[in-house]
């Protein structure tokens, strides 16, 4: 059985900071391309952040860049979302994601709410 449990969002103020993670069993995640993704109230799911299997590039989303910061612990199996700098506009439910040769999994979803 593939999963994937996204925990550490909660209720913070601006400027504060959160760390997303993400827990993976039945799939080696070294081998997967990983990403966060999140949906805000009333708006379509868009890509924060991804970071590649094969060579660890990143990609970070205009609105993130430079406060948020994308890792994996392939010892653990583990994937993270550091978030510094939060505003009210980051406000959603964040998943994450993992993709290898056309598979895709999703864990469950955390929610991050800022508050101004």
């Known amino acids: 059985e593939v999963q994937l449990q996204a925990s550490g969002g909660g209720l913070v103020q601006a400027g504060g900071s959160l760390r997303l993670s993400c827990a993976a069993s039945?799939?080696?995640?070294?081998?997967?391309?990983i990403g966060w993704f999140r949906q805000g109230p009333g708006k379509e799911r868009e890509g924060v952040s991804c970071i590649s299997a094969s060579d660890g590039s990143t990609y970070y989303a205009d609105s993130v860049k430079g406060r948020f910061t994308i890792s994996r612990d392939n010892a653990k199996n583990m994937m993270y979302l550091q978030m510094n700098c939060l505003a009210p506009e980051d406000t959603a439910v964040y998943y994450c994601?993992?993709?290898?040769?056309?598979?895709?999994?999703w864990g469950q979803g955390t929610q991050v709410t800022v508050s101004s």
């Open positions: 039945g799939i080696t995640l070294a081998d997967h391309a």
């Open positions: 994601n993992a993709y290898w040769w056309g598979r895709d999994h």
